[in-house]
């Protein structure tokens, strides 16, 4: 079964560095969202990508871009890092297209991210 | 995008049916309410998704009464590996926008 695959799993950064999370969705689904968890809390909403485009974007600053390639994998960049970058980073992958109530979010297992 | 509240923390047995219900008074018409389990250090499950009245499937149950602003996640006889943190979602998703918010969710601890 081919769910949704992140990479790295783990990686430790210092502040100020640039990072960058890969993202491959479910097979079939054309639309992938970010989200980051810090611990003790419930996934915040980064941005959604759809044919390559971000169509929707959470409270984040410009700190944080991402990318969707023709083969609908994403990549999620987080520039000049802080420590409280520090999170588990989610990607969660869906079928976009046109308008549907019922669709659910995959989730892959996640990239922890450790800013010093 | 409705704002979702639920119990911070359950416990309970083995073996005991547990409910956990979220509010969402302002769900707007076309909100669907999911539910999502998550293990530490994992990406979150989902468990099951239902628009009004009453869901269920191999593992759980979803009973949303009729002005759906709140709804029941029910697992019967609940183990120890069903200790985990439940997440109760209201919204939809659609390629031209929409997001899931998530909450604080609710910490459920089954002992033996």
């Known amino acids: 079964d081919a769910g949704v695959t992140q990479s790295p799993t783990h990686l430790i950064k210092t502040r100020g560095q640039q990072v960058t999370l890969r993202c491959s969705p479910k097979?079939?689904?054309?639309?992938v969202s970010w989200y980051q968890q810090a611990l003790g809390q419930g996934p915040q909403f980064i941005f959604q990508y759809y044919e390559e485009e971000e169509r929707q974007r959470g409270n984040f600053p410009d700190r944080f871009s991402g990318h969707q390639f023709p083969n609908y994998s994403s990549e999620l960049n987080v520039n000049a890092l802080l420590l409280g970058d520090s999170a588990l980073y989610l990607c969660?992958?869906?079928?976009?297209?046109?308008?549907?109530?019922?669709?659910?979010?995959?989730f892959g297992a996640g990239s922890r991210l450790t800013v010093l | 995008l409705a704002k979702t509240t639920q119990p911070i923390s359950m416990d309970s047995y083995e073996g005991q049916e547990v409910n956990i219900t979220c509010s969402h008074n302002n769900i707007a018409t076309n909100d669907y309410i999911t539910w999502y389990q998550q293990f530490p250090s994992q990406g979150p499950r989902f468990i099951i998704q239902?628009?009004?009245t009453k869901v269920t499937n191999e593992v759980a149950s979803l009973f949303i009464p009729a002005d759906r602003k709140s709804s029941t996640l029910s697992l019967p006889r609940v183990s120890l590996s069903d200790t985990a943190v439940y997440y109760c979602l209201v919204g939809v998703i659609y390629n031209q926008g929409g997001k899931l918010i998530f909450g604080q969710g609710t910490e459920l601890s089954v002992k033996p």
């Open positions: 969660a992958s869906s079928l976009g297209g046109q308008y549907s109530g019922a669709n659910v979010l995959t």
């Open positions: 097979s079939g689904h054309d639309t």
């Open positions: 239902g628009y009004k």
